[in-house]
Structures are given as structure tokens and as C-alpha cells.
């Protein structure tokens, strides 16, 4: 009999602030991560020469973008992701009044929090970047911002969010499945042989593989859809997985 | 094969300088407010950022070069000039007017062409008007796009006296230009997807178009492919 009757979600919730708090120097990472980015790989200069007419003529164009910031954004929520099913992070948590459920629903909320702020802060350094270029002179500016087009730039954020739960979500089944047995290493250095020949060996698969599956969806409805499926599968997975680990026993 | 094997050492890389750092950091003692102080900190720079872009944006608007389809480059000006069709606006350069005393001639020039129309007119005026050159440069390979950079060449103007016109040297032409563009991946849904901007073209010379009444003279040099100039009298 206890006074205070905790719903799951609730339980969760807590369990999510907790996490949250005790993992803030994730965050200054992505931060870290971000200004890397715009300090270092502002962008690519093309060279274009010719001599048609008889007098040379070459062209410069920088392209600046947030190509490095995203790279980087994706590459930390994979590493997010990993993170989470440490040994020390299981551990923490059953420090707590908790389930396996509870657990799994507070890294859920963890990551979804993580894809937002990585999600918002992406697009929002494109902002950044874009100022770069407009202090430059003859730019040409491609993408058109808030106030002109609102709507696409809502989809952008969208699009980071969804991208950075799916590399977390994927970061933390790879995890979950390695703490689980280490012979998935080796497993998964043959899938990721695979996926990459099938990807990007060949030339012309463009418009096929693995990555077009999620990239080359024109709807941002069925792009949800697949989106969603593909996480509630990686969450199931791990879940199925994180239940058969044994707790304190890294 | 680079793909296969890099990704994984860097994200193994990755993984050991994250969990160095955020070891470390619990090391130093850091406050656990201070991540949560630096991360508003950040999103409300990001904020600015974004208002200062905004604002900046609007202020700047309609300076991107005209774009253009595949069609409307590479102008046919030989046809247009003979056929008298009309011609864009944008590709004259210069519409003048030159009196000449007797015999009329044209030196050796490199880097032009002059087409050259006989006037039944009885005067000493030749009409001279001078066409840019395209530059295009392409933006959208799907869609075959292109930014109509014509108006940045720079030209020199043919340099005329009392009996002559001489087309002098060409200034040397470095564009340089800066293009913002957000990720493809961010503009999946945008249809603002860009292929880079790695490809140009210059469409013809600087064309120099003369009426010249059958009255004057004329003293032309003779056609040198090798120098590289072209004169066309038209019938």
C-alpha cells in the first residue's frame, strides 16, 4: 500500500527530468560540435575557366551551407544515441523507483528532446551561415528564409528532427544489441559492408538503396510514415533487447 | 571502399572523444546549470541571428542574377542580326553612331566579330552597335537552370577615330560569386534542392554590328583564323 500512486507516464516524466539534468554536457557537446562546424568548414570554393573568346575568364563561386553542421548534428545524435545504453546510463536509472518501461520511455523522451534542440538549432545556423554569405559581395542566396517562405522553413526543421531521431534511435538498437552480445559487432561490420556496396558502390543507384528509401520521399506524409515505422521498430527492438539485460551487470 | 572504412573509424573516434569530454567535464566540476545557462545562451544568439538574417535578407532582396531556362541560352545573334528578328535588350552593350572621312579601316583585332552591312545611303555615318557576349552559369542541373551573368562581363567598347575603329585588348574577367544554399537534406521538401554551381559558359564573342553606307571605302584585313577574327559582310 502506498501513499502516492505514480502513473507510468508519470514515472517516466521524472525519470526523463532526471536524465536530462545529468546529461547537460551532451548538449554543450552539439554546441561544441555546431561552432566547430561554422568556424572551421564555412565552404567549398569551384573554379570554372575559360577562354572562349579569346581573353581568359574564371569564376569563383563559394558555396556556403549547413552541410557541416548537419554532418556533424547527425553524426552526434548517432553517438547520442550509442551513449545511452552504457552500462552506467542502465545503472543510473535503476537507482530509482523504476521499470523497464519507465526506463525505455525516459530515453524516448530523452531523444526527442535532443532531436528538437538538434533539429531547431541546425536550421537556425543557417541563418547564421547565410549572414556570412550575405557580407560577401555578388552573393546569391538560394534559400529562401523565414518570413519569405514560412512553411519550408518549418519542413527543414522538421526534416533535422526526424533525421536526428532516426540516427539516435539507430545509434541506441546498435547499442542496446552490442551490450546485449558483442558478437553483433561483428554482425554489424558485415551489414555495414553490405549497406555501403549496395549504396554507394554503385554509380548509377541514385534513385535506389537503402538512403533514398527516407531521402528520396517527395511526401512529407508517407516520409512520416516511414519515419515513425522505422523508429517504433528500432524502439521495439531495443526494448525487446534492453529487457533481457541484466541489470548492474555491465 | 573510403566510405566503408572511414565512417566507422570516425564515428569510433567520435565516440571516445565524447565520452573523454564528458568524462572530463565531470572531472572539472562543472556546475550542471552552466549547460543548461549556455544552452538558452546559444538558442537565443541563434535567435538573433536569425532576425538579423531575416532583416538583412529583406533589405537585399532582388539582387540575385535573372534566371533563365535552357532554352532562352545560347541566342542565335548571326540569325537574329540577318533575319532582323528582334534582339534582347540585355545584350546590347552600346548603340552609337561614328562619322567617317573617307577611307574607312579596320585593324587587326583578336576576340571579336564584325558583321557588316552595306547601306545604300548616300552619308559618312556608320551605325555601330556592339552585343555582350552570354554568361550563364548553371544552378539547377535537373532542371537546366541557369543565372544570366552577361552584365558582369567586362568589355572594352571598340575604340574609334576620324577613319578607323580598332577593337582593343580584353580586360581579363574573374567572377567571383558566393552562393548560400541549406542542405539538400533539409530542403527535402522544399523543391530548393541545388547541384552546385560548378559549371559555366560563355556563349560567342563580343559582336560588333555595322551599317556602313556603300559610300565609304572600306580597307578590311584579311581573314586569319589563326589570330582569331572574324569579319562577315552580309548581303
Known sequence: MYSTQWSVNELAKRQFFLKLNANGAIFTMLIVLQIIATVFISGAVTTTSMNDWGEPISFNFTSISNDAQLGLTLFWAFIVGFLLTSAAQRNESFSFVTNRLTFQLANFYFFCTAALLGGVTTVLLGSVMKIIAMFRDNM????????SSPLDFLSRIFVMMAYTLLL??????????????KLFI??????????????FAVADNENSGLLYFYYGETSILLFT???????????????????RLEVRNP | MFITILVPVVLLLGLLTIIMVTKNMGRVRIKKSFHWKLITGYLVLLLIGLVVAEAMEQRIEGVNPPEVGANEVGFDLYNAIVEELPIPKNLVLAKRSHEVEGKFTISSFPGAYILIKRTPEISGTIEETVY??????????????????????????PVWNSNSMSVPKQPENRLEYTFYHDSNILNQFTGEKTHGN??????????????????????????????????????
Not at chain 1, 539516435?168 to 552480445?181: H, R
Not at chain 1, 561483428?186 to 549504396?199: C, E, K, N
Not at chain 1, 515505422?229 to 529487457?243: C, E, R
Not at chain 2, 560548378?198 to 581573314?223: F, K, Q
Open chain 1, 140 to 147: 546569391i542566396i538560394e534559400t529562401a528564409g523565414l518570413l
Open chain 1, 168 to 181: 539516435m534511435l539507430i545509434g541506441y538498437t546498435l547499442g542496446s544489441l552490442i551490450q546485449w552480445s
Open chain 1, 186 to 199: 561483428a554482425l554489424f561490420g558485415v551489414i555495414w559492408y553490405a549497406f555501403t556496396q549496395s549504396t
Open chain 1, 225 to 243: 510514415l516511414k519515419i515513425v515505422a522505422t523508429i517504433a521498430v528500432l524502439f521495439a527492438i531495443s526494448f525487446f533487447v534492453t529487457n
Open chain 2, 132 to 157: 555582350s557576349p552570354e554568361l550563364m552559369t548553371m544552378f539547377n542541373g535537373e532542371d537546366s537552370m541557369y543565372y544570366d551573368l552577361s552584365d558582369q562581363l567586362k568589355i572594352n567598347l
Open chain 2, 198 to 235: 560548378s559549371s559555366g559558359s560563355v556563349s560567342g564573342v563580343m559582336t560588333i554590328h555595322l551599317l556602313i553606307p556603300d559610300t565609304i571605302e572600306l580597307d578590311i584585313p584579311d581573314l586569319d583564323h589563326e589570330q582569331n577574327y572574324y569579319i562577315d559582310i552580309l548581303e
